[in-house]
């Protein structure tokens, strides 16, 4: 029985602490996780499991290793000035299917990425052309300066170019609206896993690409992955147990104790790069599902704030979350360029102001709308839910829960169809202008609250080019300020994260939850 903390160990110190073996045909990782990727196509979600099954195929030009730092990947070196940036790309690199990698791959990924349905726009917006130098330099031009562009693209992947116009998947995937494309279940990229087989929400097996670049610098030894979502969480705590499995990403919180307690096994924690959160359509003229016609009581910030104010988010911490998390008012974690020890924490919860506030905004009775929510994303996500409904109608807000798959849950968000609803925001960027771009910019794709404060729109354009540090940090806090008073969100708390793993594999941990077999052992 073991306890792993997240540790600051090098690749190169590990795989010497290790003394791991060439990987042989018996390295094979069989894990799993509540919900799956929802899709192959690497530009049409930008989600995290999504991201992390992608990027075990595919890769991008700078990355990040389990530590959250900034790493090469294809690109060898990068440099910026006031105009752009320039990469070096890694040369010798080929498709899984034989093709070489060069510049051209990066431009046609980038443009792609920048059209139609992609889920990537607004990390991208900054770049208004892509030049390419030669076979292995691209310049991208950016409108006006972007001092943290490398920060942006980690998750951006590269796909070849001409594998895309042969299976007729040159624009992304339309997620939303259901779209079905090759993309989606076939995958052709640099990176150390090939994909062998695709069956959605059943089975996806990896094998060793033999070829990858990086197996001499990276101590990663296993020959096959296998991974199987169940939903069921007693189901994939027993499949550890049993050895059915050998690592689940997302083990049931009130089940780590007895994960802990048995022979061969055990549990790492950390702190994720990841807040929770209640949105609320601050903009329609009238709620779709409440029972006040002809105006919208999320419009008022006095219900907004009444809101934050029932959430006992302490109570949700010690009952629903079995301690793991840290209650919050904002909707970015520590380590995010933003945080302050100030905006971060939470709203006092006290319900007898909050029915104070309900009544002066003229809902004395409170009012019923829909609270969506996904049952198979995030850590005890519908229980949060659960509890929230309660908290809520003791100062009269009746939520009536609608729990469903993210794979239902996110096309409301997305398409705009929801009043109010659970979601959970990493930022990989680690800097605020990733959570204003996305969730509180007035045009952000994932920002279904209809919320729009010019100032705050202002503040994300100017941030995107501002290289004076002190003044960038300024006009964070200004924003920041501004979007607590307004209160477009409910704030809950940053996740913490537990993996359980068997003790015949090292599986570093990191703060995104994203799983990264480049570095796992099999001892």
């Known amino acids: 029985m073991k306890h792993r903390s997240l540790k600051g160990a090098s690749a190169l110190a590990l795989a010497a602490a290790l003394a791991a073996a060439p990987a042989s045909a018996e390295n094979v990782l069989r894990w799993t996780s509540q919900g799956d990727a929802l899709t192959m196509d690497p530009h049409a979600q930008n989600e995290g499991p999504t991201i992390s099954m992608n990027g075990q195929i595919y890769e991008s030009l ?15 070196s990068w440099e910026g000035d006031l105009e752009g940036w320039t990469f070096t790309l890694r040369q010798g690199v080929k498709f899984h299917d034989g093709a070489d990698f060069t510049a051209e791959d990066v431009a046609f990924s980038f443009r792609r990425a920048q059209s139609g349905a992609s889920d990537y726009k607004e990390q991208i917006k900054s770049i208004k052309d892509i030049e390419i130098i030669d076979d292995h330099t691209v310049r991208f031009v950016t409108d006006g300066p972007n001092p943290i562009l490398p920060n942006e693209i980690t998750s951006l992947f590269i796909m070849d170019s001409g594998w895309a116009a042969a299976n007729n998947v040159e624009m992304p995937q339309d997620y939303a609206a259901k779209e079905e494309t090759f993309a989606v279940r076939n995958a052709n990229g640099t990176g150390p896993y090939r994909l062998a087989s695709r069956a959605p929400d059943e089975l996806t097996v990896m094998e060793r690409n033999g070829e990858w670049w990086g197996w001499s610098e990276f101590p990663g030894n296993i020959d096959k992955i296998e ?22 990403l997302d083990p049931p919180l009130q089940d780590l104790p007895r994960i802990e307690s048995t022979d061969g096994l055990g549990v790492s924690t950390v702190a994720q790069m990841r807040s929770i959160f209640f949105g ?9 599902s409440s ?10 910030p006095k219900v907004r704030l009444a809101v934050n104010h029932a959430l006992d988010k302490e109570a949700i911490k010690r009952v629903v979350m079995e301690g793991l998390s840290f209650p919050t008012g904002m909707i970015t974690p520590p380590g995010v360029r933003g945080n302050t020890p100030d905006n971060d924490a939470p709203y006092e919860f006290n319900a007898e102001a909050a029915k104070a506030l309900l009544a002066e905004a003229g809902y004395p ?7 969506d929510c996904p049952n198979d994303r995030y850590n005890n996500d519908e229980k949060i839910c659960q509890a929230a409904v309660g908290m809520l109608a ?28 659970l979601l959970g925001w990493g930022v990989p960027t680690l800097d605020s202008h990733y959570v204003f771009a996305y969730l509180i910019d007035g045009e952000g794709s994932w920002n279904a609250t209809g919320y729009s404060n010019p100032r705050v ?10 290289m004076d540090e002190e003044k960038r940090d300024a006009l964070v ?13 409910a704030p809950v708390h940053h996740q913490v994260i537990a993996w359980g793993i068997s003790d015949g594999f090292e599986i570093p941990i990191g703060a995104d939850d994203s799983f990264r077999p480049r570095f796992v052992v099999k001892k």
């Not at 991974?227 to 689940?248: Q, W």
């Not at 029972?291 to 008022?300: L, Q």
């Not at 729109?457 to 501002?466: H, P, Y």
């Open 394 to 421: 003791r100062i009269g807000i009746k939520a009536n829960l609608e729990a469903v798959s993210k794979s239902q849950h996110f096309p409301k968000i997305q398409n705009r169809q929801t009043d109010f609803y």
């Open 62 to 76: 700078v990355t990040r290793d389990y530590n959250l730092a900034l790493q090469p990947e294809l690109a060898t």
């Open 227 to 248: 991974y199987r979502p169940i939903k069921n969480a007693a189901t994939r705590v027993a499949a550890l147990l049993s050895g059915e499995v050998d690592f689940v």
């Open 365 to 371: 009775d409170g009012f019923s709308v829909t609270l």
């Open 291 to 300: 029972d006040v016609k002809g105006k919208n009581p999320f419009a008022d």
């Open 477 to 489: 806090a200004e924003a920041w300020d501004i979007v607590k008073a307004d209160a477009p969100y």
């Open 457 to 466: 729109n202002e503040i994300t354009d100017l941030i995107a080019t501002e």
């Open 280 to 288: 609320m359509d601050v903009g329609s003229a009238e709620l779709r």
